[in-house]
DNA sequence: CTGAAAGCGCTTACAG
DNA sequence: CTGAAAGCGCTTACAG
């Protein structure tokens, strides 16, 4: 049915060696023969057949996607932005992206093995990066490649996609200061202790320092709305948030305006994760790019040996709402 | 390195033929051998290699999952859910999951296109269900089998699974008339026509049929507060919605609180999309099991011959907030 | 510059 | 009940 480079070879009267090679452009072929045979390819609707290649060349033409095994809701708007761009670049490479997701550890580092060792899948990689990962692990004494979004801890070093957290912190700090006009913006953050947080605080507290203002940072508890609330009353000062992210952000917005009804506040999140039925003008969202994240993850898993690089930083947007 | 059958077969003084026939339980090959035969393999850490096997096969033993080219943001929550059900079911069925995803609907077809005919993909899970879908004539003229979440529209007949729709907005109505005492519920949609969106109207106004009461229907739009501020004040009885989705019903619930911070208002919103940073007590979601539908769908790609159902409809639950 | 041949690791019709 | 052989569609070392 489909056509075969050996259909290509008879109707040519040529040697599939011959085909194969001018196909992957080897230069031992004559740019004249490569050229017709392309041509003729192109006529019979010529289509590599993968499964073919990847057993010869004893490697999948696939990428292996690992999802989280706890993730939150809240994230997973993030990933199918990454999905999209690590998907794209895949495509213009003639690759495929193969997805590792489940409910547990066990779940993951099984589908994953699979993707190793009968899937002959070489490539990976990873939406989130953790402290101590059995998968990492597993990665690293397959020895095959893999990025990470997501910078790793202290001490650990492998490829990595990410972006500047404490530039995204200072500059929504700044964005406040300056455009919106907010003399002591507060830091919100969660009761968690990502790295990224971490890295958000540090940008907002080195602005307010170069503002010469007191920073004020206040940890927003996940089931307690009577700790906002008091917070919000002790702070009567407080015209503007850095949230840590948009859902913290929002959760504030909205304790803000129920105790005061009459005043404006601005905020700033992260991940421009909501939709707009939610949200207002005076709610600012840093765009992290997952898209353009995806894509980089993409470009170092498949950088050429003569470029090294251990990690590509992507730039974040401010969004007006 | 990496066993094959061949090193079984040399191994225990058999021909790769036999080793082949009892790994896949062939009833030719007796039971014995065939016990053997898998202890060996056991033994040696044999793991089939997939693309030998497709390559015999003529056939992927992968799943394409395709999204949708211009989803909400609000809707990817939902297609990691279905990703995890999907990929368990594939898992066990030693199928890979493999995604289709673009910006453009030329990307997708190209995406789909080369997995039908390079990796000799035969079988799809759309993660969406529209008319005039490109994709699906695509899937068609190519006599692959496909499963849509969502049903298709009136006068298709395909491969699908769903929600009863009718039922979820019936549910949430009752549950508000009967658990949270809520006299007048009211309903507020989207501008979109999305068929569920119909359904679960179609199910709130038959209840209030039922219980004799008028009902009142209101259209949220995206960016116009004041419409929704002017609706309330406008339906000083109103103490209970029934929201096409979580995000309307948040947007209902918040501008509620902000005109009347006395009163409480009891939302039934659906998809169980939020994080609880965002809602509180009164806030509930019909969780419409993303899990089980993704499981569902691989189920009805994957039916024997014998039973041919044409869809299966996963049940939805009220969660409390 | 091109070709004949071997091999990747499976499955399965054919033969016994 | 088991085996020898062909074949799936590629790539590439070896030969010329």
Same mark, same amino acid.
């Given at each position: 049915?489909?056509?075969? $480079?050996?259909?290509?070879? @008879? @109707?040519?009267?040529?040697?599939?060696?011959?085909?194969?090679? #001018?196909?992957?452009?080897?230069? !031992?072929?004559?740019?004249?023969?490569?050229?017709?045979?392309?041509?003729?390819?192109?006529?019979?609707? %010529?289509?590599?057949?993968?499964?073919?290649?990847?057993?010869? =060349?004893?490697?999948?033409?696939?990428?292996?996607? $690992?999802?989280?095994? /706890?993730?939150?809701?809240?994230?997973?708007?993030?990933?199918?932005?990454?999905?999209?761009?690590?998907?794209?670049?895949?495509?213009?490479?003639?690759?495929?992206?193969?997805?590792?997701?489940?409910?547990?550890?066990?779940?993951?580092?099984? /589908?994953?093995?699979?993707?190793?060792?009968?899937? &002959? $899948?070489? !490539?990976?990689?990873?939406?989130?990066?953790?402290?101590?990962?059995?998968?990492?692990?597993?990665?690293?004494?397959?020895?095959?490649?893999?990025?990470?979004?997501?910078?790793?801890?202290?001490? &650990?070093?492998?490829? %990595?996609?990410?972006?500047? =957290?404490?530039? #995204?912190?200072?500059?929504?700090?700044?964005?406040?200061?300056?455009?919106?006009?907010?003399?002591?913006?507060?830091?919100?953050?969660?009761?968690?202790?990502?790295? %990224?947080?971490?890295? !958000?605080?540090?940008?907002?507290?080195?602005?307010?320092?170069?503002?010469?203002?007191?920073?004020?940072?206040?940890?927003?508890?996940?089931?307690?709305?009577?700790?906002?609330?008091?917070?919000?009353?002790?702070?009567?000062?407080?015209?503007?948030?850095?949230?840590?992210?948009? %859902?913290?952000?929002?959760?504030?917005?909205? !304790?803000?305006?129920?105790?005061?009804?009459?005043?404006? $506040?601005?905020?700033?999140?992260?991940?421009?994760?909501?939709?707009?039925?939610?949200?207002? &003008?005076?709610?600012?969202?840093?765009?992290?790019?997952? /898209?353009?994240?995806?894509?980089?993850?993409?470009?170092?898993?498949?950088?050429?040996?003569?470029?090294?690089?251990?990690?590509?930083?992507?730039?974040?947007?401010?969004?007006?709402?």
């Amino acid at each position: 049915m489909m056509a075969t $480079i050996r259909d290509i070879a @008879k @109707k040519m009267g040529l040697s599939v060696s011959t085909v194969s090679r #001018a196909l992957n452009d080897n230069q !031992r072929i004559s740019l004249q023969t490569r050229r017709q045979v392309k041509e003729v390819a192109e006529a019979l609707g %010529y289509q590599p057949n993968y499964n073919a290649r990847n057993l010869t =060349n004893q490697e999948a033409n696939s990428v292996g996607v $690992i999802f989280p095994v /706890n993730n939150r809701v809240v994230d997973n708007i993030f990933y199918v932005g990454l999905l999209r761009g690590i998907n794209e670049q895949l495509n213009a490479r003639n690759y495929v992206l193969a997805v590792a997701v489940g409910e547990s550890s066990d779940q993951v580092l099984e /589908n994953v093995r699979s993707m190793i060792n009968r899937a &002959q $899948i070489k !490539r990976f990689i990873l939406l989130y990066s953790h402290v101590n990962d059995p998968v990492i692990d597993l990665l690293k004494s397959a020895s095959v490649e893999f990025v990470t979004v997501g910078k790793p801890a202290a001490g &650990q070093d492998w490829l %990595y996609v990410d972006n500047d =957290n404490v530039e #995204a912190g200072a500059d929504g700090t700044r964005y406040l200061m300056k455009k919106l006009h907010v003399s002591t913006p507060v830091f919100a953050e969660s009761t968690n202790d990502w790295p %990224y947080e971490v890295d !958000r605080k540090t940008g907002y507290l080195r602005e307010m320092s170069l503002a010469k203002k007191s920073p004020v940072v206040f940890s927003v508890p996940d089931n307690d709305d009577s700790v906002v609330n008091q917070f919000i009353e002790e702070n009567p000062q407080m015209d503007g948030v850095v949230a840590v992210d948009d %859902y913290t952000g929002l959760k504030v917005y909205h !304790r803000f305006k129920l105790l005061h009804p009459g005043r404006e $506040i601005e905020v700033v999140g992260y991940n421009n994760s909501l939709p707009n039925e939610l949200t207002d &003008q005076h709610f600012h969202s840093v765009d992290l790019n997952p /898209n353009e994240m995806g894509r980089a993850a993409v470009k170092l898993l498949f950088q050429p040996e003569t470029e090294k690089l251990r990690h590509i930083i992507v730039s974040h947007i401010i969004q007006k709402s």
